[in-house]
């Protein structure tokens, strides 16, 4: 399959999710250019991490703006899956593809760690090869990570099942201490109502090998291309 | 016009006045003195350090660029190069920590990615007063969230560092960061001129009001006043410093590109001047055709100004178009400024109408060198004057009669203590490429595409440098390369940052030169040639000097990534071996007798060059066989603190260590301190799966290192005994808390 890693001007983790795409799963990639209008037959669009237009506003606040959301709006109102990985998550928020809004962290600071996270639902095409109630060791590089969403958001958000993610100590159990950002209800991930629009804070492609430390990024990569094979074999693409 | 307080404002003396007349052959303008007071200070001619630095060993058959250029460069196999450099920017971080900090970063990087090289990491090594005061706080916090805001914005990650803590620095902190990049051995780009008529290219931000006279600020002494100069202090911009990175490296791909070179100290000034110095020719611009970010700029102010994110780069004739197409796609704008002459001359225009003109010469290799006058600082005989049983009959805190409490607080000593407060705050995993986590040794970051990986580590020992420069900087490059074969790779280069005071007092001086002694003799020894690096004097608040303080940066290469090792203990059952001389009890100048005695006294720990190269090799050898499962250096706080950092972070492993008795004293106490606490060089606790051990004792015998089994992992407990009595007996809980909270526990904020 294809994946598309958008590349906004200030994007710093483009290249870690291509090579994570290409070179450890061995998929087709290719990079999309935030003021190209077109996404280039992808299968799978990855908004990647970094400060896209430095962030000096709200973070994502700018790159929503950019030409290829149009192209990334109309690819996931056909159903295609869309990853927004930290400043990708941002970005999705800020377009209003995902709902809920981003804070500072609690901690005032940016912190970078490897935390642990509850995979909440599996229905959705990143989380398609977990196990509900499967905890991911996978890092984290954020200042501002502390989702947010108002009381009936929040609870229509719940009530969907539109959390995929949470934050949680080692073993699972959701815990304050061993939240990292003051995330409401210590969400990690959303997804969108259709379900295939997913944001997470989390670094998936900076957990893909040993030698990095951990592979329990893997399962994100794994269910996209898991889900597309599965789509693929009742031949139903999604029209690019 | 010019005067002597106008002279005194530029920092130049009268006889430096004399010789800018005489070499111009008539009285300089205003715009021309300016040029010749930042070209000729401190902070850009070396003048005071340039005849010791020329006895620095520079070459070596793995040195593709030695000093000289915006960084060095080291052969590292593939056909690629590492590119790197370490710079201080203590001036601007104490004035204004955040942006000080934050621009440091910066100026580093785009002198990394001028040559044509990919950053992939960065280090810091910083210097803070004693943390429990406010104002160490304030500049801490500050300095962090300035590299932090930076680094991870542009995204390189931030591998490892080292800090401590020191009275001397509280009027003067040490911010000195290094970065290192990689690129293609036979694509490096240098910073020169040349060809006549080809075009000089201006790019990057608008050139502002800001940082005018910054290197000349970085050339004089701190007083009350200081705070005064704020505005000398540039804004960062990392997001246009990112813009800037993508666009020159794809630049960089054309040939299109003659030479490039970042406008850091002086600006305009230093890259038009030293870009045509190094290809023999000369530059002519025209200052109002430089982009401006303010209206009725100068040509003074436009020549002198250190606003930050901008490149000077010489294209060649015809090919114009092609370049400025790849900044327009990066939304940069680039601004034909002038060309390329034949006639050596720096010409500078405005409108048309020549406003200063000075040859390149005169501004580079005709400035002042000065052979200043040295002597032995008084204080030394003092100082290295150590009676160890007076330490206890004066009088000592009970913690110096206890070892359990005395590690504690050695492990809770700030210097000594986990740094996760800090480097959480830092990404340091972007690029997917970190292989060794910060606070587990030298940085290491995978090669991607090459199954090799680089080893990185800045140290030094400024407390050791006070009390012996000459054998401190010893140590400090032997520390450096240490840590570097630690993680299994073998050292190839070095970089140096020289932080001093004053050098016009012939103490200073004299610290100076013999540092720079010893850095050539252990780098020689050694085998890490210098690849390039800074000098930072004039680091006194109110004619307080800090410690004699150079910082060494080693690069070392692991020709199998995965062949890595770590600090941390691994497994349970595992012996752990002691590799290098027998215990001497050098206490001397020790975290020991500074944190319990309250004494910086003694000579620094002896080091043999031969003992700690064959050391070096050894590890290298044993990480390439896979026999050990983890490193670590014997260092601040001697064996004791080594063997409890090896048990941290590791779900509380514990360990036994059973270690000879030293005679350093008449007081056991002392006796029993120096065997834990000593701060001997060239040790290494190894620990060792017991089926390799026999053949880790093989290697080591052939490798002429002393090696004795010292121990085992295990437990939950930190057990360590002097000549067969208990020394040690902690819980390696206890102890870690007292490690993992020393720093923290000065910033707790008491938020939802």
Known sequence: ?240 | MIDPELLQRHGLTSDEYERIVRFLGREPNLTELGIFSVMWSEHCSYKSSRVHLKTLPTEGPQVLQGPGENAGAIDIGDGLAAVFKIESHNHPSFIEPYQGAATGVGGIIRDIFTMGARPIALLNSLRFGPLDAPATRRLLEGVVAGIAGYGNSIGIPTVGGEIAFEPSYAGNPLVNVFCLGVAKASEIIKGVASGAGNSVYYVGAKTGRDGIHGATMASAEFDEKSAEKRPAVQVGDPFMEKLLLEACLEVMQTDALVGIQDMGAAGLTCSTTEMGSRGGAGVEIDVALVPQRESGMTPYEIMLSESQERMLLVVKRGREAEVERIFDKWDLHAVRIGAVTTDGQLRVKERGIVVGEIPNRALTDEAPVYRRPMGEPEYLRDVQRLDLDALLRDGVKAVANDPNAALLALLASPTIASKKWIYRQYDHMVRTNTINLPGHGAGVVRIKGTGRALAMSVDGNGRYCYLDPYRGAMLAVAEASRNVACAGARPLGATNCLNFGNPERPAIMWQFAKAVEGIGAACRALGVPITGGNVSLYNETDGSAIYPTPTIGVVGLLEHADRVVSGRFKETGDVIVLLGPEAAGEIGGSEYLKVVHGAVRGAPPALDLDAERALQSLLVALADERLIRSAHDCSDGGIAVAVAECCFETNGMGAELSLDAVQAARDARINTAAALFGESATRVLISVEPDQLTAVLERATAARVQARVAGNTGGNRLRISVGGAAAIDLAIGEAELAWSTAIDRHFVRRVA
């Open chain 1, 1 to 240: 399959m294809k994946f598309g890693v958008v590349v906004f001007p200030g994007s710093n983790c483009d290249e870690d999710a291509f090579h994570a795409a290409k070179d450890v799963f061995g998929q087709d990639a290719e990079y999309l250019w935030h003021k190209d209008t077109a996404l280039k037959g992808a299968d799978v669009v990855i908004l990647p991490g970094g400060f896209a237009h430095g962030d000096y506003l709200r973070t994502g606040a700018m790159a929503r703006f950019s030409p290829i959301m149009g192209a990334v709006r109309g690819f996931a109102e056909r159903g295609g899956p869309v990853l927004g990985i930290c400043n990708g998550f941002q970005i999705l928020l800020e377009a209003g593809l995902l709902p809920g809004a981003m804070l500072r962290n609690r901690g005032l600071k940016y912190r970078c760690e490897h935390v642990h996270l509850r995979v909440e639902q599996t229905d959705t095409p990143f989380t398609a090869a977990a196990v509900a109630g499967q905890v991911l060791r996978i890092p984290i590089g954020h200042g501002e990570g502390n989702y947010f969403a108002p009381a009936d958001m929040l609870e229509a958000i719940e009530r969907n099942r539109q959390v995929v993610l949470r934050y949680t100590d080692p073993h699972g159990k959701v815990d304050e201490a061993w939240n990292p950002n003051g995330s409401i209800n210590a969400v990690a991930g959303v997804c969108n109502e259709a379900r295939n629009v997913v944001g997470m804070m989390p670094h998936p492609e900076r957990a893909c090998e040993a030698l990095l430390g951990g592979v329990d990024g893997r399962a994100v990569f794994e269910s996209v291309i898991k889900t597309f094979r599965l789509a693929d074999l009742r031949r139903a693409q999604v029209p690019a």
